[in-house]
């Protein structure tokens, strides 16, 4: 029996596909003592790798794109966050989705339901959220990081028109007995 290709209709996901560097990355993260600011260049690559078309339960149809991101500082070049998931889109629903994995033992799903709203002009631009009291997009930590440096909310504002990607990151911990809002933004090209 001949194969069949089938086309995945990537949706808007189809405008992250590829590789995206960008060196303007400002980190603020947690120190027991106060912040730390990092500045920081990255390469996020998202590919059709994989089972780019998947069916859930014989009925959801998804579009998937595989990526991973990595963040080196620029002070020492030297890799500190290290993210890989998927991003995913379902067309009927025009939900889409993004998985987050840290060697951190940090996982989480973010999602949003698109509408026309989210394209103007050529731009896509939307938001994605997760928090741990989120009905519907959760986040699943370890026992030593609910204790002691739990991810209550994960929030990412993404714009992209023309082959350049913009992000504002905004990861809400409690760490050492206090919240703190440990933010990432970016901006990047399509290689
Ligand atoms: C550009 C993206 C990111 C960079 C560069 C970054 C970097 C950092 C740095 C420097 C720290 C301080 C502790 C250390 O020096 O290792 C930290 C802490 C932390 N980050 Fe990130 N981070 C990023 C994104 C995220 C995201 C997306 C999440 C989860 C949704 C996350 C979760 C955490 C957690 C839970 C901690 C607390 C752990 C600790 O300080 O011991 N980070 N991050």
């Given amino acids: 029996m001949e194969d069949t290709i089938v086309e995945v209709n990537y949706g808007p996901l189809k405008d992250l596909i590829g590789v995206w560097k960008g060196d303007k990355g400002m980190d603020v993260s947690p120190e027991s003592d106060g912040i730390e600011e990092n500045p920081y260049y990255e390469t996020i690559t998202i590919t059709t790798d994989g089972d780019t078309s998947v069916t859930n339960a014989e009925s959801q149809k998804l579009s998937t794109l595989h990526y991973r991101r990595l963040v080196r500082r620029k002070s020492n070049n030297n890799i500190f966050h290290d993210q890989t998931g998927y991003w995913m889109w379902d067309a009927e629903n025009n939900v889409i989705m993004h998985s987050l994995n840290i060697p951190r033992a940090v996982s989480l799903l973010a999602g949003t339901k698109l509408s026309e709203n989210n394209f103007k002009n ?70």
Avoid at 136 to 160: H, V
């Fill in 122 to 191: 050529g731009k896509l631009s939307f938001e994605i959220e997760a928090g741990i009291d989120n009905k519907d997009w959760g986040i699943i930590q370890s026992p030593f990081m609910k204790q002691k440096a739990l991810t209550k909310n994960y929030k990412l504002k993404i714009e992209i028109e023309n082959g350049k990607l913009k992000y504002e990151e905004t990861t809400l911990l409690d760490i050492y007995g206090k919240e703190f809002e440990h933010t990432d933004t970016n901006e990047l090209t399509l290689q």
